[in-house]
């Protein structure tokens, strides 16, 4: 191996001081609490609320908000939920952005330097007007979104890795959702639809050496990250610069088009077009396949805490989502058969002694076949 392709096999990282580290860490360990004992200790309030007024739970959010409003339970949840994220980016010295804004010029010129020997495995298109509704929200808090500064893919990629313990594999998401995908298929070429940092499709590759890999994405700073990252791990991607209601491939390409929480990123406004567009470009019999955050049916607690994530986090599409017809449209663009169930996987009970347990989150799994 030659020392320019031993240099492209090295890890671009970078330096993240025990520091760092250590308030990182303290970040994860206070969402735990937020998630876990904070949640069950607002259920027991909220539960005491229900008992001292002699009423049955209710059946809507809206109504279940208006208890829940008044807790200082939810209200410490809700400001966790807002701040430990702002934090987590934002704060000075131990922020991801500064720590990664303080080797700016070395990562820009190493991932220019990897682009620009890309060849067709990386294709930018700068003319890209993206849609509206990408350019106008801070998805998630990631500052300024995530394609308007050329950091914004790694800042995006420690963001993600930072949310779960350092002991866990910030791949195991994807694990679980490939794993749940039919066995006895053969999945030749797949697209990974908004590929972001690159490590679903990172995984996908591992797991299935014989696909040929594609990835799409809006962020062309996501895209270069993407990229570099195949080329450590010796992968060879067709990642590209699209807009996912206008893709540039031929019709019937695809086995497999998969996606990691993406629909709740999407204004409904636009999902007919979007589905329409994954049926075209999906061999008859292909799959659209993913997983995505939900309302728990019948659940009005866990409905509220789920519709706050979306003022506290800046998911603007996430309550939209929730009353998506999303079956329906696929039907109507195209899909044949669609499937969505309880990714019991994913969903976290949270345990009360002797109660029952209570949860702050729901995920379902869809697979849609063309």
Same mark, same amino acid.
């Given at each position: 191996?030659?020392?320019?392709? *031993? ?37 027991? %309030? ?22 829940? #409003?008044? +807790? ?17 980016? %934002? ?5 991801? /952005?500064?720590?990664?804004?303080? #080797?700016? *010029? ?13 060849? $067709? ?8 007007? &993206? ?11 990631? $500052? ?10 790694? /800042?995006? #990629?420690?963001?993600?890795? @930072?949310?779960? &313990?350092?002991?866990?594999?910030? !791949?195991?998401?994807?694990? +679980? ?17 908004? @590929?972001?940092?690159?490590?679903? +499709? ?6 299935? &050496?014989?696909? *040929? ?23 060879? =991607? ?22 990691? =929480? ?6 409904? %406004?636009?999902? &007919? ?7 075209? /470009? ?5 799959? =659209? ?13 866990? !409905? ?7 003022? @506290?986090?800046? *998911? ?19 899909? %044949?058969?669609?499937? /969505? #169930?309880?990714?019991?996987? +994913? ?5 009360? @002694? ?9 995920? !379902? ?6």
């Amino acid at each position: 191996m030659n020392a320019a392709v *031993e240099l492209d096999r090295e890890v671009l990282a970078v330096r993240e001081t025990r520091d760092f580290r250590s308030y990182q860490a303290f970040l994860r360990a206070a969402r735990t609490h937020m998630e876990g004992a904070l949640v069950a200790q607002m259920r027991d %309030s909220y539960d005491a609320q229900l008992a001292a007024a002699g009423r049955s739970e209710p059946e809507t959010a809206p109504e279940a908000a208006a208890m829940l #409003e008044r +807790l200082p339970e939810f209200q410490l949840y809700c400001w966790y939920y807002r701040h430990l994220q702002r934090f987590k980016y %934002s704060r000075p010295d131990l922020g991801i /952005v500064d720590t990664v804004n303080r #080797e700016r *010029e070395r990562v820009i010129r190493v991932l220019d330097e990897t682009a620009a020997q890309a060849g $067709p495995a990386l294709r930018l298109d700068p003319a890209l007007e &993206p849609p509206e509704y990408f350019r106008m929200v801070d998805f998630h808090q990631h $500052p300024g979104g995530v394609a308007h500064d050329p950091l914004d893919g790694l /800042v995006y #990629e420690i963001g993600r890795r @930072t949310t779960v &313990p350092q002991h866990a594999d910030p !791949n195991g998401i994807y694990r +679980l959702l490939f794993d749940a995908l039919p066995k006895e298929r053969r999945y030749a070429r797949v697209l990974d639809w908004g @590929t972001g940092h690159g490590q679903a +499709l990172i995984t996908w590759q591992q797991l299935h &050496p014989e696909s *040929e890999c594609h990835g799409v994405d809006l962020s062309a700073p996501c895209l270069k990250l993407a990229h570099r990252r195949a080329v450590e791990h010796g992968f060879r =991607f067709h990642l590209s610069q699209q807009d996912l209601e206008r893709l540039d491939y031929p019709d019937a390409h695809f086995d497999l088009v998969f996606f990691n =929480f993406m629909l709740h990123e999407l204004p409904p %406004s636009h999902t &007919p077009a979007l589905l329409r567009e994954v049926a075209r /470009v999906l061999k008859p019999g292909g799959l =659209f396949a993913g997983h995505e955050f939900h309302l728990r049916p019948g659940d009005a607690f866990q !409905n509220v805490l789920q519709r706050s994530h979306a003022w @506290t986090n800046n *998911e603007t599409y996430s309550v939209p989502w929730y009353s998506t017809p999303i079956e329906a449209i696929a039907r109507d663009a195209g899909f %044949s058969k669609t499937r /969505v #169930e309880p990714f019991e996987r +994913l969903i976290k009970s949270i345990p009360r @002694t002797g109660r029952r347990a209570v949860s702050n989150s729901w995920w !379902n799994l869809y697979v849609f076949e063309k």
